[in-house]
């Protein structure tokens, strides 16, 4: 019912910064939390920031406080991760989702998933 697509990864020197962008569609009056997630090969796919849909409450990983940003346009069904002072650890395919009740940091508490986007910090 709800399809998620990421966009605006990519390659960029330690200390830069990237915008990440998920595009929600369809039944997504559902959708209590987006967040996002970022896994890198033979590691578990990790929780990176969530926020509430509605009133805009926001939760953070502690590796990406003060770094990270994430938000959200209503209007365009769309979340952002605002990423500054990228450090090379912070490589990783990125992936939103969504429908979690609360602001959760278990990837099972998510029923839908994008595909990811790659990010790469290069040093």
């Known amino acids: 019912q709800v399809q998620l697509v990421e966009s605006g990864g990519g390659l960029v020197q330690a200390g830069g910064s990237l915008r990440l962008s998920c595009a929600a569609s369809?039944?997504?009056?559902?959708?209590?939390?987006m967040g996002w997630f970022r896994q890198t090969p033979g590691k578990e796919r990790e929780f990176v920031a969530a926020?509430?849909?509605?009133?805009?409450?926001?939760r953070y990983e502690d590796s990406v406080k003060g770094r990270f940003t994430i938000s959200r346009d209503n209007a365009k069904n769309t979340i952002y991760l605002q990423m500054n002072s990228l450090k090379p650890e912070d490589t990783a395919v990125y992936y939103c989702?969504?429908?979690?009740?609360?602001?959760?940091?278990?990837?099972?508490?998510?029923?839908?998933w994008g595909q990811g986007t790659q990010v790469t910090v290069s040093s």
């Open positions: 369809g039944r997504t009056v559902n959708t209590f939390v």
């Open positions: 926020t509430h849909w509605i009133d805009g409450g926001t």
């Open positions: 989702a969504a429908g979690s009740l609360t602001m959760a940091t278990m990837r099972s508490s998510y029923g839908f």
